[in-house]
């Protein structure tokens, strides 16, 4: 299934939980097996992410980092994962959201970027309050909730010193009427966020009710330190 838009904006929860904390686990060095590293490269394949331009170092670290959640047991809705690939631009459809139970593909989407990453492509990111930058790295779902922008995601940030501010910055999943075809055709790229990865009001709860729990989110760039970190969670 392949979807809309994704949108922009920020802020403001009405009721939130306390951010939960976890063991520390080196996710670039989980022991994928020759067996699983075939079968994700086939579900790569079979689904044609290539074609839908996922970067398969994306899709590669994204699963690593999936898996060794699994094994932490920090994951507790393990049926999908869900990738902002940030190596395209915001006129491209870079969420994808996969069913990895049936091998599906659920989502394929905009998702916006934050105003002081870019315009057209993310390139600068951030971990500080007031950045207004989008924050790489691994994160979990939470609960869903009704905000100042409506329906809306919960997200905390696993990554030390990378997206770990999320729940303080107030980092959300959203959706904003600026994410949309119509806005990529007046302006040739989306509206920004503040941060939040928004995403398009037609695809906002289906989304939301699909991902909402415990599930992972991967927000991915080919930034070199990025890349090359030795990712844990805090």
């Known amino acids: 299934?392949?979807?809309?838009?994704?949108?922009?904006a920020a802020l403001l929860f009405c009721s939130f939980s306390s951010p939960?904390?976890?063991?520390?686990?080196a996710v670039v060095h989980a022991k994928v097996s020759l067996a699983d590293s075939a079968r994700f490269d086939l579900l790569y394949d079979n689904l044609d992410l290539q074609g839908l331009s996922l970067s398969r170092q994306a899709y590669h670290k994204a699963v690593v980092g999936f898996l060794s959640l699994q094994i932490t047991g920090a994951i507790q809705n393990a049926e999908v994962l869900s990738i902002v690939d940030f190596s395209l631009p915001s006129d491209q459809k870079r969420l994808f959201i996969i069913d990895m139970t049936n091998g599906r593909l659920l989502f394929n989407t905009f998702v916006a970027h934050g105003r002081n990453s870019g315009k057209l492509m993310a390139t600068h990111f951030s971990n500080r309050t007031n950045s207004y930058m989008s924050s790489l790295g691994f994160y979990l779902t939470g609960d869903a909730f009704i905000g100042s922008h409506g329906y809306s995601l919960q997200?905390?940030?696993?990554?030390?010193?990378?997206?770990?501010h999320a729940f303080s910055r107030r980092i959300i999943m959203h959706s904003a009427?600026?994410?949309?075809?119509?806005?990529v055709q007046q302006s040739g790229y989306l509206g920004r966020s503040e941060g939040c990865p928004?995403?398009?009001?037609?695809?906002?709860?289906?989304?939301?009710?699909?991902?909402?729990?415990?599930?992972?989110l991967y927000l991915y760039a080919p930034v070199k330190r990025f890349?090359?970190?030795?990712?844990s969670f805090s």
């Open 20 to 25: 939960r904390t976890y063991p520390h686990a």
């Open 155 to 164: 997200l905390q940030g696993l990554e030390r010193g990378w997206n770990d």
């Open 227 to 231: 890349v090359r970190r030795q990712t």
């Open 1 to 8: 299934m392949k979807a809309l838009c994704i949108g922009v």
């Open 177 to 183: 009427d600026y994410v949309s075809e119509e806005h």
């Open 198 to 216: 928004a995403i398009p009001e037609t695809l906002n709860a289906p989304i939301i009710d699909q991902i909402k729990g415990g599930s992972c």
